[in-house]
Structure formats: C-alpha cells, structure tokens
C-alpha cells in the first residue's frame, strides 16, 4: 500500500493550499455575498517523522486547514502530496483506500466516538477498515491498542460515555492509530481536556509517534503546549503560514511581529521572573476573513507596520537561520535592530 | 504517565450499575410509573386479544360470529359478560376480535410508516443537496393531499381489502417519520464521530447504518410508540365511515360505530368498545412519552 520512499521527495508535500467558502443569501435565487478565505495558499513540506505544531489565533483557519489536508474539505485550490500521491486528486473508494495512511484526531473527545459503539467495536472496525484481520484476532489486536495507549483491557466492553475525557481522547488516539497510518493531524487535541489531564495526552502522542515513525501535525491554539512536543512550529494568521521554523528557533528567536507578541504573552511559571516578562500588546481583533486588509493581513495590528505593508502581500521567505521562514517584508530589519 | 489511576478509574466507573445505554433507559422507564402502567395494559390486552381464539373456546363459550337471533340484545350477565348485540353476538368475544384487527392494524400500519419514513428520511438527509430538496417537496405535496378522499379514492378503486388499509395508512404516517429521520440525520452528519468514520475511509453505507441509524433509535422508537395508537385511531375512523373493516369482521371502530347507533337502547355496545379503546390509546401514549423521557440523550447525562 505504502509508496517506496523517495529520498528526494518530501513526505508531506503542500502547495498553494486553499479553502474558500463562499457565503451565500437568498432562498431560492442564492447568490454570493462574500468568500471566506480559511486557508488561503498555504505551502510547507514535512519529513517522515516530523512533528509540526501549528498554532494561530481561533479562527485563523488552523483547524480548516488540517480538515483540508485529509480531505475532509475538499481544498478550493493546490495541492497535498502525501508520498508522492496526490492526495487533492483522488476520489470516491481510491480516496477511501488511502485513508489507511493518514488519521485524525479530533477536539472534542465527547463528540467524535459513537456512543452507541463499545470500545471493542469501535477499535475493531477502525482496524479492519483497511488492513482486515481474522475476527479471532480482534481481542488481542485491540487489547494491544488499549495497552499503547494506556489503557487496560477491560476498557473494550465499556461504551464511550463510561470513561473520562482524558480516557476518551486515549480512546480516539487508538482509534487512529488502529489503522496504522503513517500521518496523523491531531486538531487541538488537548484543549477539551483539564489542564492536568494535558501533559499525559501530550506525552502518549509524543511518545506513539517516536515509536511509531509517525509523522504529526499537532494543531493549539497554545504555543506552551505546542513548545514541548513539536520538531518545527508554524504560526498561522488569517488563513496563511506567517512563520515556520525549528521549534526552538521560532521561540528562542521569532522572527514575525505576530510571532513576537504570541510568545511575549506566555506567561512565565516563576513570579520574579514573570514579573520582568515584557508583553506586546496586540491592538484590535483578528480582522473578519471575510474582508481581508488589503497588503499584509496583520498590518492593522502590528507595531512595525509602514505604509508599504498596507500594499505588499509578504510571500513566506527564507530568513538568516537554516530553515526558517518568515512572512514579512521588513522582517530583516527590524530582526537586526 | 499514569496507567495505575485509569485501571482504578475504569474499576469504578464498571461498579456502578447500568453500564449500557440501554440498561440506562431501563431503568429510567421503570422510575415512570405511568408510562409502567401503560406497559402493562398494553401487554395484557395484546395477550388477551391475541389469544381470542383460545378464549373463545375455553374461557367465553361463544365466537365472535356467533348468532342467536333467538337471544337478541341482552345486557351484561353470567352468561354474557359484557351482554350481546341485537343478532345475539357475544360483546366480549367481538371486542377482543376486534381488538386484534385493531392492534394488527396498528402494529402493521406503523412498520410499514416505519421502514419507509425511515429508509427515506435517512436517504434525504444524508445524501443531502438537490436530493434531499427534491425528495422533501415530494413530502410537502403528499401531504397537503386531503386523507380521507385518498382513502376513499382507494377503497373505490381496489374493493375493500383489509390489506389495502396497512397500505393506505403506512403510505400517511410515513411523511412525518420521514421528516424526523431527516432532520436528526442533519444534526447527527455534523458530529465528530461521523467525521471520524469518514476519516477512517469506511463507506457512506456502513456509516449510514453502523453510526447513523443506531443514533436515531431513541427517537424512532419514540415515534413509533406514538403512531401506533394514532393508526388505531385512523383505522377506527375509516372503519366508523364503513370504508375499514367490513362486518362479520370486526374492529373497535366498527363496534364503537355499531355501538353508537344504539346507544340510547343498549348502551353497553357503546360504553365497553369505548372504554377498552380509550385505556389503550392512553396506555399507547403514555409508553411512548415514558421511552421519550428514558431515551432522551440529555437526561443520560447526569
């Protein structure tokens, strides 16, 4: 099923991803009144075991943009190119059948098992979706994925409801895993859960994936979370990557305005500390993706703005660090000051 | 990581009772003491009819179309327990002939509702798009077509079969199952799990009836329980027009119309047929509103 491996292709390859949604009135002459661009040409590339956090404000078209990666959307525009295959061209069963090497693990842990499916069934369908086994193979193949995922066997007999949302969302990481795939977009996968609940669903999805090879994309909307299990980092804003670099790059060192006053807002577990912290305050809100500024999208909003910035659209560019990338025309400038 | 504190938690949550969904609705419909009751009128006039046959034999002594015209109308006695008709008919055997007619009618009315209302309501609001629009005024026009002249509009073309009633009656009740399976199908599309199932790569029919349809059973069950008497009441009314159940056969509807043209000399004829239809419609209601209440998803929550 797996294509081989090419070593000068990616793993993941995205182009010019986009995800527009028009917004229609009228009852039966439906016309359009507007386009919401979520995600409006995202491009990265991701290498086989890689994990990338993704972070941005809600809103920002993230988790649009992981639906669309697998799928689920169908893009508006460019393409997903997931070991050599087209993902954005396929269709009906072909798209079916390459299901089985890329999962999803969603939000809320509450809505996305069937509560009327026991774990076993649940387990066992995801299993044999694609890689059928002999139904007397079920019982240990599925108390092998409760055992990875940290929970015991007799958690197969159990309905959804039974278990806690931290039990849930292991139960929804096994589910993805049952199909063995080799890419898994974890969309928020946390932020359902209580605070303390958080590090050990972060540290199985750390951990399964090491194990694993699986490449991850985990999408929050908080950079501390994202800081501890990500290789790379790509910060979104209004439907675009405005950077991407390596993990401790982008916070040691952000190179984007936006970036900068994301992380000067994570406070800091230590109150001498915190207290000297300096915060850049964002002014405004998110502007509407409805009605995008024209130029920079964050130029309304940024300390560093000129007037070009109204005018210019940033293209995502390769900055002074190897493999760090930043969407902003004066980002060099204001990065050596 | 700490495994040690899930096992515990699991053997906690597993000693509690009523670990299933359905063992859950169970046990609330027994705390509902009306919709209890209801069960059990429900069962043992369904016992009792359907074992008319029996009855007769043993129990009554007379058949439902049993004459003596010698007898004629006498009210109730040892003999008679709920008195006869003017040709000498024993009520109490014809009340629970009719009874089975009823409830058959009722029964077999409301699974033909069923299977098609939630075959295409399922369809509709799962295919969605020009689809949905399309099979959903076909909805909206059959239902703005007047009943009873369909009805009539049948009888007259295919003579009176008794199994042309389930059909003119399925072929009614079935528009509001539709548009109930329909809307839940929408509201169930947008959930996680469903996406979840998509994302797994299984095909639109298995999640149609793996994880669609088993989510709708509560309100289907619901329903049905709630259409049932409704059927009952319709076939009584056909049957009360003289376009039901034809004589010797009989129905409630028929004794209840028999009934009422003599009321003022034998008003037994009217009050028992009455009395018996009125309990179970009531007892049919109130076990429709107790699975509403057992199987409502919010009320599982806490």
Not at chain 1, 175 to 196: C, T
Not at chain 2, 15 to 25: K, L, N, T, V, Y
Not at chain 2, 81 to 96: E, F, M, V
Not at chain 2, 144 to 165: C, E, N, S, Y
Request: net charge positive; proline share 8%; charged share 20%.
């Amino acid at each position: 099923m797996t294509a081989p491996e090419n070593p000068a292709a990616p793993f993941l390859r995205v182009e010019n991803l986009a995800a527009h949604f028009p917004v229609e009135r009228g009852f039966v002459i439906r016309r359009r009144v507007g386009l919401v661009r979520a995600v409006d040409g995202v491009s990265f590339d991701l290498r086989k075991g890689e994990i990338l956090g993704l972070v941005g404000e809600s809103g920002c078209g993230k988790s649009t943009l992981g639906r669309a990666l697998l799928q689920l959307i169908r893009p508006t525009a460019g393409a997903v190119i997931l070991q050599g295959r087209h993902l954005t061209a396929l269709r009906g069963a072909l798209l079916r059948e390459a299901r089985a090497d890329f999962q999803m693990i969603f939000q809320d842990p509450y809505a996305s098992l069937n509560p009327r499916m026991t774990v076993f069934d649940a387990l066992s369908e995801a299993i044999q979706a694609h890689r059928p086994v002999p139904n007397s193979e079920l019982p240990a193949r599925v108390t092998a994925l409760l055992a990875k995922v940290g929970l015991p066997p007799r958690a197969q007999r159990g309905y959804p409801h039974e278990f806690s949302g931290g039990q849930r969302q292991r139960l929804a990481i096994a589910r993805a895993l049952a199909v063995e795939p080799q890419l898994i977009v974890a969309d928020e996968p946390v932020s359902a859960l209580d605070v303390s609940i958080q590090a050990q669903i972060i540290n199985l999805l750390a951990r399964v994936s090491r194990e694993m090879r699986l490449t991850l994309i985990f999408i929050s909307h908080d950079l501390s979370v994202v800081k501890y299990i990500s290789d790379r980092i790509a910060v979104m804003y209004l439907g675009r990557i405005v950077e991407i670099g390596p993990a401790g790059g982008v916070f040691e060192h952000p190179l984007h305005p936006y970036t900068k006053a994301l992380i000067s807002a994570i406070p800091i577990p230590d109150p001498r500390r915190e207290a000297l912290r300096s915060r850049i305050l964002l002014a405004g809100d998110p502007p509407s993706p409805l009605q995008p500024p024209p130029g920079c999208p964050f130029h309304p909003r940024c300390a560093y703005a000129v007037d070009r910035c109204s005018q210019i659209v940033p293209a995502l560019e390769p900055q002074a660090d190897p493999g760090h990338a930043a969407a902003c025309i004066r980002a060099r400038e204001i990065n050596t000051a | 990581m700490m495994p040690e504190s899930n096992v515990q938690t699991i053997r906690r949550i597993e000693a509690e009772p009523g670990a299933s969904f359905w063992r859950d609705a169970w046990r609330r419909l027994r705390k509902n003491k009306l919709a209890l009751f209801g069960l059990a009128v429900v069962v043992v006039l369904s016992a009792l009819c359907f074992l008319e046959p029996l009855l007769c034999r043993y129990v009554i002594g007379y058949t439902y179309e049993q004459q003596d015209l010698a007898l004629g109308p006498v009210p109730p006695c040892r003999a008679h327990w709920l008195g006869t008709d003017p040709l000498g008919r024993d009520l109490l055997a014809r009340l629970l002939y009719g009874g089975r007619i009823s409830l058959m009618v009722g029964l077999l009315g409301t699974a033909v509702s069923l299977t098609i209302g939630v075959i295409y309501g399922a369809v509709s609001g799962f295919v969605g798009g020009n689809l949905d629009a399309l099979l959903m005024r076909a909805v909206d026009i059959l239902y703005a077509l007047p009943f009873t002249i369909f009805v009539i509009l049948l009888m007259v073309f295919f003579g009176q079969d008794i199994r042309l009633l389930f059909v003119a009656i399925g072929a009614i009740e079935w528009l509001t199952m539709a548009r109930i399976v329909r809307g839940q199908v929408m509201s169930l599309k947008q959930q996680e799990f469903i996406e979840a199932a998509r994302a797994l790569g299984l095909r639109p029919s298995r999640i149609l009836l793996r994880h669609i349809i088993p989510n709708l059973l509560g309100p289907i069950i619901v329903y049905a329980t709630l259409t049932v008497p409704e059927v009952i009441l319709l076939e009584s009314f056909l049957s009360f027009l003289g376009l039901g159940v034809q004589p010797p056969q009989s129905s409630w509807g028929v004794l209840i119309k028999e009934g009422a043209e003599m009321m003022e000399e034998y008003p037994w004829l009217l009050t028992y047929p009455a009395l018996v239809m009125a309990l179970t419609l009531f007892s049919l209601n109130f076990l429709g509103d107790g699975f509403r209440d057992a199987l409502d998803v919010r009320a599982s929550k806490d």
